[in-house]
């Protein structure tokens, strides 16, 4: 993580005139959607990703000061029911006035949805910080590829919602270049302590096959003091869509994650988008429960509190590894320093050979239970024959007899079924 550059805010006033003035008139529009987002389907699994982040474990440990996190996103709808309660008045700049409820897209409801989701009966899907207050920024209708936004516009919206007193500043959009206002608008963000979390942006694809070559960086994600966040599947592997370069300091489950959807339910989606709320999310318990941490500080907790990945911490694919919501909040760093966890070696993945193992476990697993099946077949006849027999002379079966058969089934089982686990 680079310093944070501290520069003199501008007057409030000033900051909205020339903001208002330098947004591009064709970016505004009517609060309304010309087609209704699709709702989602209700799923009551809990999603693989929360059982690898493990967020529920720091909730308990979440009960300090209330932190605003701001998600700047094509806006969040505030009719989901576990978005209910989250949310508070916000900014529309798309149709130029308060709110920021209206998401034609479903990105921004996504987004908020995997940072501040209310728990729910019945349902397995949460927020990683339930607790916190969603601030909805509205900054754009539809995303572009690569999920790219006007630089003026983003600038003014970070700017907006640091006056809004938001402690985390979510951005899982990108800039379509850098510009001195967008820079300025970071730093301006930083100095009145609020943390900007961003997605790395989305790799080109020419280089999706070369993990070596780094990638052009991405906007707000490279500026100093910006937590940049990169993607990763469940198994802590980066995602090829997922940048490579000095901007990513962190990863987070970004492949195919479980989140709401407009209205009700719930959707998937993959990418640094959906990386960005999940690095973002855990900075809210850490303030909340440290609030004696500046935004910098908070920043190089996640950092040193990141479990291990492949090719080690300061890896120009990973940054420090993948966001632990558990360890930020509640490890102790001895003497105030960052703790850098040891890397794992780079392991070459074989796919071809993971298949064939694959298959020949398959085929084998198979062949034991059609095995087992026959041999359990064959024990019983043998049984039933041996008592046909006893019987067919004037003798029911004994007792000796049935204990017999029960002792060459139970045998038969032990040694065909596989051991259960202990219980814990």
């Not at 330098?22 to 389907?41: F, H, I, M, N, V």
């Not at 409820?101 to 728990?119: E, F, I, Q």
């Not at 909805?136 to 003026?152: F, K, Q, S, T, Y």
Request: aromatic content about 4%; charged content about 15%; overall charge neutral.
């Amino acid at each position: 993580m680079s310093r944070v550059r501290r520069l003199l805010p501008l007057p409030a006033l000033l900051f909205t005139i020339a903001g208002l003035a330098a947004t591009p008139s064709g970016a505004l529009a009517a609060a309304e959607c010309t087609t209704d987002p699709r709702p989602g389907q209700v799923v009551s699994q809990v999603p693989v990703e929360q059982l690898v982040l493990a967020a529920r474990r720091v909730w308990p440990a979440t009960t300090g000061r209330p932190v605003t996190v701001a998600v700047l996103d094509t806006g969040v709808d505030g009719r989901h029911p576990q978005l209910r309660g989250a949310l508070r008045q916000g900014w529309d700049f798309v149709a130029g006035e308060p709110g920021g409820t209206v998401d034609c897209a479903g990105h921004g409801t996504a987004v908020a949805g995997l940072v501040g989701a209310r728990p729910a009966d019945g349902i397995g899907f949460a927020g990683i910080a339930p607790g916190v207050t969603v601030l909805p920024v509205r900054i754009a209708d539809r995303l572009a590829g690569g999920d790219r936004v006007l630089p003026e516009v983003l600038a003014t919206a970070i700017r907006w919602a640091a006056d809004q007193g938001a402690g985390v500043i979510t951005v899982p959009v990108v800039a379509d270049r850098p510009t001195t206002a967008l820079r300025n608008a970071v730093a301006y963000a930083q100095a009145r302590d609020a943390l900007v979390v961003a997605a790395a942006g989305t790799r080109a694809s020419e280089l999706t096959t070369d993990p070596t070559v780094a990638d052009q960086p991405s906007y707000p994600a490279a500026y100093p003091g910006v937590l940049g966040v990169g993607a990763v599947d469940a198994a802590g592997v980066r995602v090829n869509s997922s940048p490579v370069g000095s901007h990513v300091d962190i990863v987070a489950p970004g492949s195919n994650v479980l989140t709401t959807a407009p209205a009700r339910g719930h959707t998937v989606l993959s990418g640094t988008a959906m990386a960005a709320p999940a690095g973002a999310a855990p900075a809210a318990p850490v303030r909340g429960a440290r609030p004696e941490l500046s935004a910098v500080e908070v920043a190089q907790r996640l950092v040193a509190t990141a479990n291990p990945v492949p090719g080690g911490p300061g890896s120009v694919a990973y940054g420090g590894g993948m966001v632990d919501p558990y360890r930020a909040v509640t490890e102790v760093l001895p003497g105030g320093a960052p703790l850098v966890q040891p890397g794992m070696p780079v392991r070459d993945i074989d796919e071809e050979a993971l298949r064939r193992d694959a298959r020949w476990r398959s085929l084998a697993a198979s062949a034991v239970a059609i095995a087992a099946a026959i041999g359990l077949a064959l024990l019983g006849c043998a049984a039933i024959l041996a008592i046909h027999r006893r019987m067919r002379r004037g003798h029911g079966p004994t007792q000796s007899t049935v204990e017999s058969v029960r002792d060459d089934v139970e045998l038969a089982e032990l040694y065909f079924t596989p051991p259960k686990p202990p219980h814990t």
